[in-house]
């Protein structure tokens, strides 16, 4: 069941910074390490580096934070907020939206079904 919008923003508020943080730092540590590199990379390669050291710098955000469970299912890097609030990083187009082949996962995902696995 979803919730409504202003209930995950009052969760999710008081997180915000860790979370603007983990995505920043990991675009910022991507153009440290790979500056010499990245004209190799793919744009696949590029964002699964930049996704590993989101999920590496929101795992170390997270850690002692008693409220928040972190996830790893099927796959998946998940944040667990107040047991109500799912986040999960994810690459997006230009218009904001996951450009990925919907697999069963994904689908169950987009209609909720999966919190049934949490």
């Known amino acids: 069941m979803s919730l409504p919008q202003e209930e995950v923003q009052r969760i ?33 390669t590029r964002a699964n580096i930049v996704y590993d050291h989101m999920a590496f710098n929101a795992r170390e955000a997270f850690v002692n934070e008693s409220d928040v469970k ?27 939206m996951p450009s990925n082949l919907p697999t069963l996962q994904t689908i169950e995902w987009f209609e909720q079904l999966a919190q049934s696995h949490f």
């Open 12 to 44: 999710l508020q008081p997180h915000l910074g860790q979370i603007y943080d983990a995505i920043k730092g990991a675009w910022y540590t991507y153009g440290e390490l790979y500056d010499h590199s990245r004209h190799v990379h793919s744009l696949r």
């Open 70 to 96: 972190i996830m790893d299912i099927n796959g998946l890097f998940l944040l667990n907020f107040a047991g109500r609030v799912l986040l999960r990083f994810k690459k997006l187009n230009e218009d904001k």
